[in-house]
């Protein structure tokens, strides 16, 4: 069966500092690969995807994410990190041609110190 | 644009009675949408997926009978909880995926907080 793991449960950062959030998938085959934020009480925003073609993905909110295959990884990462990027962070993934399901992962809550 | 919006954003209700959850796209038409629940910190697990015009799929361990879901137009998408009880307050988020887009991208709306007293 299909999983998505995201090692770091908490992650904590300095403002300015560079961020990655680490996510490995568990796959027949290649998926379609996804980042969502969701800040407290909310719904989750798409920061980017990854379907096919350029391997580094650049999305919203300066974030880009890097689909390496050999690792079946999709890290997020961002160079200098903004107090509003406090957040919850999840890595999903769909077959493809599978109907949309999403796999999400336990997620990662980053925090940033001022 | 891909908006999504759910109404009510937060619900109180008592014991034994029905709630309805509204789901809708605001600038695209969503051929599949998507409930899921979401407890404190934790992830989201999907509930079910409805098509526009027929029954939707409920995932293993969803009661059907409890959680009704409509999915009347490609635009909306409704969710009751039938005599709701203290142990269904949740997070309900629901999603639509873009007609036509053949992505998969979920968008979703900001989310429902139900509690059942």
């Known amino acids: 069966a299909q999983s998505v793991t995201q090692p770091d449960i908490h992650i904590t950062v300095s403002e300015g500092a560079s961020l990655e959030l680490r996510c490995n998938y568990s796959y027949g085959a290649t998926p379609y690969l996804f980042w969502y934020v969701q800040s407290p009480g909310q719904g989750l925003q798409l920061l980017l995807k990854y379907f096919s073609g350029d391997t580094l993905v650049q999305g919203i909110k300066g974030f880009e994410a890097e689909f390496k295959r050999s690792q079946s990884s999709f890290n997020l990462r961002k160079p200098s990190v903004h107090w509003s990027d406090a957040a919850e962070y999840f890595c999903?993934?769909?077959?493809?041609?599978?109907?949309?399901?999403?796999?999400f992962g336990t997620g990662t809550q980053l925090k940033v110190e001022l | 644009g891909a908006v999504v919006s759910q109404h009510p954003s937060w619900v109180i209700c008592k014991s034994g009675t029905s709630v309805k959850i509204e789901c809708r796209s605001l600038d695209f038409q969503a051929t599949t949408m998507f409930w899921y629940r979401q407890f404190p910190k934790q992830s989201l697990m999907l509930m079910a997926t409805?098509?526009?015009?027929?029954?939707?799929?409920?995932e293993q361990g969803v009661e059907k009978d409890k959680f009704l879901i409509n999915h009347a137009s490609l635009t909306l998408s409704t969710l009751t909880v039938t005599s709701a009880h203290p142990e269904d307050s949740s997070f309900y988020i629901c999603?639509?995926?873009?007609?036509?887009?053949?992505?998969?991208?979920?968008?979703f709306g900001p989310g429902t907080r139900l509690t059942v007293l």
């Open positions: 409805s098509n526009e015009g027929s029954k939707a799929t409920y």
């Open positions: 999903a993934v769909s077959k493809r041609g599978g109907g949309n399901k999403l796999t």
């Open positions: 999603s639509a995926s873009l007609a036509g887009d053949g992505t998969d991208t979920q968008y």
